[in-house]
Nanobody
C-alpha cells in the first residue's frame, strides 16, 4: 500500500522557519522524483520544489527561490522541505508528490502518488 505522510507543518511568525518531512512507503522511493506542492485557500495547487531521484538536481518556484530547500534521504525514504524567511503568502496546505514515468517501447507508464497534506500558516 502506497503511503506519503507529511509532517512538520504548523503556525509560525513572519520571518520564521519550518521543516516539512514526507515519509514514503509502499513503493521504491529511489525510483521517483519527489516534489512539494502547495495550495492556498481559493487558489490552484502550485509546484513549489522538485528533486530528482538521486538528489543531484533540484528546482524551485520563483516565489520560494533562496528561501526554501528541498532534499531527500533515500535510505530513510523521506523528502524534506526546509522553509526559511517565511511570509504570510506562504500560508497553504503543503503536499508531497512522488512521480515516476517509464518508457515501455512506444508506450509510457506513469506512477503519481500524493500525500494528504500538512497545513502551514504564517502569521503577519
Amino acid at each position: 500500500q502506497v503511503d506519503l505522510e507529511e509532517s512538520g507543518g504548523g503556525l509560525v511568525q513572519n520571518g520564521g522557519s519550518l521543516r516539512l518531512s514526507c515519509a514514503a512507503s509502499g513503493f521504491t522511493f529511489s525510483n521517483f522524483n519527489m516534489s512539494w506542492y502547495r495550495q492556498a485557500p481559493g487558489k490552484e495547487r502550485e509546484l513549489v520544489a522538485t528533486i530528482t531521484r538521486t538528489g543531484d538536481s533540484t528546482s524551485y518556484a520563483d516565489s520560494v527561490k533562496g528561501r526554501f530547500t528541498i532534499s531527500r534521504d533515500n535510505a530513510r525514504n523521506t523528502v524534506y522541505l526546509q522553509m526559511s524567511s517565511l511570509k504570510p503568502e506562504d500560508t497553504a496546505v503543503y503536499y508531497c508528490n512522488a512521480l515516476s514515468t517509464v518508457l515501455f517501447g512506444p508506450r509510457t507508464r506513469t506512477w503519481d502518488y500524493w500525500g494528504l497534506g500538512t497545513q502551514v500558516t504564517v502569521s503577519s
